[in-house]
């Protein structure tokens, strides 16, 4: 019996012993698994890039509309789908929030309003759409809001709306009745984009005629036309603190009216581009353009320079262009379905003197940005301009690359 009580307690030390050894060896394995899981959440850390991921579409998105207080963009496609997207620098945070197909046919505009609460909408289906933002649910329809498609709009205030359609007639909405307060047509062809004053006082219509328009919305008439201009007006904006109004026109002119004179351009200026489709103020005298040849310059007007590239979609006509409420972005909408983010941050510290200097053959564009055309080292290459006595080396190779320049303006 003794022996066999004596294997019996043997027995359980031994258990106990490799226990104890499991044990230790169970701590060893989770402390490296703790330390693995550890190295993994920091490799996993996201990154956080210069500007938001490229949102890619099933169909060209033909208009873009940042909110005016949070990172939120809005954007209406050629199928009449209009889409709202949350966008972040950090990778993987760019996320679709909600899409409606309430149009019947190609969403032309978006905008929202000034509180951001909504978001409104015209399209080729001749409809007026007002979206509730968070909801993401329509709340308001003006079904037959003109009796041709409507290619542009413009939140005046509050209350008050502008729309323009295919045909060159404006109207004007008090939105509180849903009913026109003034129906317009002085345009022969399609208007285009709309600009109001910083009064709310003047409307101004670039027209594919050729022609600006002004009207008065105060008293509710018509002032008069422009001259016509040489290609078809594609937008226009109020830029120099309201002093100068500019068209960027079908021919790749910029054409730049006095406040108060309306009637003729007191400039032009050529830039070497397909077209001007899309203007966006983002100073008070420099601006970025965009045109069919696919990239988006930033221009300053009077003097009048093309100073570099912001961006590019290689090759495909841009539609649209949006800066961001924070003046840090600027969107831009292309016919490869993408809607890429530029960074524009830097852009307002540009400062561009009266001295002209001649850029050499076949020089390209001066790159704004990493994304850009270039390296993107080159920030600030050749814009802070001096004024060096010519040499007459010099002199002769600026004759020559006089022809070569990449932009050109004149008077009238």
Not at 43 to 61: C, G, H, L, S, Y
Not at 361 to 369: D, E, N, P, V
Request: net charge negative.
């Amino acid at each position: 019996m003794c022996v066999l009580l004596q294997d019996v307690d043997e027995e359980p030390h031994k258990v106990k012993e490799e226990d104890e050894e499991q044990n230790e060896n169970g701590a060893d394995s989770s402390g490296d698994g703790e330390a693995e899981e550890v190295d993994d959440e920091e490799a996993k850390e996201p990154k956080i890039r210069d500007t938001p991921e490229d949102i890619q579409f099933d169909a060209i998105v033909n208009t873009l509309a940042f909110h005016p207080k949070q990172d939120i963009i809005a954007a209406g496609d050629i199928d009449g789908d209009i889409y709202l997207y949350s966008y972040s620098c950090t990778e993987g945070e760019t996320k679709e929030l909600w899409s409606s197909g309430h149009h019947l046919k190609s969403c032309r505009k978006v905008a929202f309003s000034q509180d951001g609460c909504n978001l409104f909408s015209v399209a080729k289906d001749k409809a007026v759409h007002i979206m509730d933002v968070e909801a993401g649910k329509l709340i308001k329809r003006i079904p037959k809001a003109h009796s041709v498609p409507i290619n542009a709009l413009l939140l005046v205030d509050e209350n008050v709306l502008a729309t323009g359609d295919d045909d060159g007639t404006l109207k004007v909405w008090d939105m509180r009745k849903g009913t026109s307060i003034m129906d317009l047509k002085h345009h022969e062809d399609f208007i285009s984009e709309i600009a109001v004053d910083s009064a709310k006082r003047i409307l101004l219509t670039s027209s594919g005629d050729g022609t600006m328009g002004v009207f008065n919305i105060k008293r509710r008439r018509f002032d008069l036309l422009s001259e016509f201009q040489s290609g078809d007006l594609l937008t226009v904006s109020i830029v120099k603190r309201g002093r100068k109004v500019i068209c960027g026109s079908s021919d790749g002119t910029i054409y730049i009216f006095n406040w108060d004179g309306f009637g003729a351009t007191s400039d032009r200026f050529f830039v070497q581009a397909e077209s001007l489709d899309c203007i966006v103020p983002i100073t008070d005298s420099l601006v970025c353009t965009a045109s069919m040849d696919g990239v988006i310059r930033a221009i300053n007007i009077l003097p009048n320079r093309v100073v570099g590239c912001v961006g590019q979609h290689k090759g495909e006509p841009i539609e649209e262009i949006a800066r961001s409420h924070d003046s840090r972005f600027l969107a831009s909408s292309a016919h490869d379905q993408l809607v890429k983010f530029w960074d524009i941050g830097r852009l307002s510290e540009l400062e561009v003197s009266d001295y002209r200097k001649r850029k050499k053959k076949h020089g390209k564009l001066t790159s704004l940005s990493k994304k850009a055309v270039g390296s993107g080292d080159n920030f600030f290459s050749g814009l802070l301009d001096e004024p060096n006595a010519p040499t007459k080396d010099s002199t002769k190779e600026e004759d020559e690359d006089d022809d070569d320049d990449d932009s050109d303006s004149g008077s009238d």
